[in-house]
């Protein structure tokens, strides 16, 4: 990435590290050690940004509504 830039990897759960890794290395970016799969909350998403948006869909007036996810323990 010559100009920068950025690239966001959602893997699956079950993935290879190592195809990914291969990727990333030809990019010269850090590689996949290992899944982090701390639980986390989200208290607001951007779903304008690059990232998210087309991933939501929209009401008529173009509003998106996230569902709402289950309180996890801990």
């Known amino acids: 990435m010559l100009n920068g830039g950025n690239?966001?990897?959602f893997p699956p759960d079950k993935a290879d590290?190592?195809?990914y890794n291969e990727?990333?290395?030809a990019?010269?970016?850090p590689v996949i050690s290992g899944m982090d799969t701390t639980r986390?909350?989200?208290s607001d998403l951007n779903t304008e940004s690059m990232v998210f948006r087309d991933v939501f869909e929209k009401?008529?007036?173009g509003k998106v509504t996230l569902?709402?996810?289950p309180t996890c323990p801990g």
Do not use: E
Request: proline share 10%; charged share 15%; aromatic share 4%.
């Open 7 to 9: 690239i966001v990897i």
């Open 17 to 19: 590290p190592g195809k």
């Open 23 to 25: 990727l990333l290395t």
């Open 27 to 29: 990019f010269s970016a």
């Open 40 to 42: 986390m909350n989200v």
């Open 59 to 61: 009401d008529a007036s």
């Open 67 to 69: 569902p709402r996810m």
